[in-house]
């Protein structure tokens, strides 16, 4: 298990079967906050808002500079409020319980992408006012933001995102194997679209920050 992180790229980069620590640098990001299932319209609207943004921030980026990151993947923190639902989401990550337990319309959560150099905040604020041309929803609920999320564990799940349990507890045994305790929200980076993937071969990274016992 490593500590640092080369590059952006590196951060999407995870060894299959193995818990990977690492230290995420400070980066930029569109993001969006809401509440409610993953499945709800309120999620895919800021879905929607986020990728606009992000494929206009690109084109502007690459139309100033000549070049441009490709759009990164979505990801999403997902925390409950509730004591109840915090308990359910903390037996999920033992690999006690399971998503069909939980009532997701509690739960909290911020949809991101990660906006590599050169895009910064002036990119982001003339792509929102593309994307508001076009009606875009969640628009108003979308910022842009600079957050460091500093030593995390990450592990692959490979498969249907309501079966990620086992690859929770792996994550959290990993993290206690390795003398650390987690903090902060769970994390999610969606490397396979379902719209195109089969449900069993969707690549999804769990990543949890982490703070020494």
Do not use: N
């Amino acid at each position: 298990m490593a500590g640092t992180v080369a590059s952006v790229e590196a951060l999407f980069k995870v060894r299959k079967g193995a818990v990977d620590i690492i230290t995420v640098p400070e980066l930029g990001y569109v993001a969006v906050e809401g509440q409610g299932s993953p499945d709800g319209q309120e999620f895919a609207d800021a879905i929607r808002a986020l990728y606009a943004v992000s494929y206009g921030a690109h084109f502007l980026a690459r139309k100033q500079h000549g070049q441009a990151p490709r759009v990164m993947p979505l990801e999403a923190l997902w925390w409950a409020d509730d004591t109840q639902q915090h308990d359910m989401i903390t037996a999920m990550a033992g690999g006690t319980y399971d998503l069909a337990g939980t009532d997701r319309a509690r739960w909290r959560w911020q949809a991101l992408i990660m906006q590599p150099e050169p895009v910064g905040e002036d990119i982001i604020t003339r792509a929102l006012v593309q994307a508001r041309a076009k009606s875009v929803p969640a628009l108003d609920r979308l910022r842009f933001l600079r957050w460091g999320e500093g030593l995390c564990a990450q592990v692959l799940h490979v498969g249907p995102y309501a079966a990620e349990a086992p690859s929770l507890a792996r994550l959290h045994q990993g993290i206690t194997a390795a003398g650390y305790r987690p903090r902060g929200c769970h994390h999610e980076i969606y490397l396979g679209d379902p719209r195109r993937s089969a449900p069993e071969k969707l690549r999804t990274i769990l990543r949890h920050p982490i703070e020494p016992c």
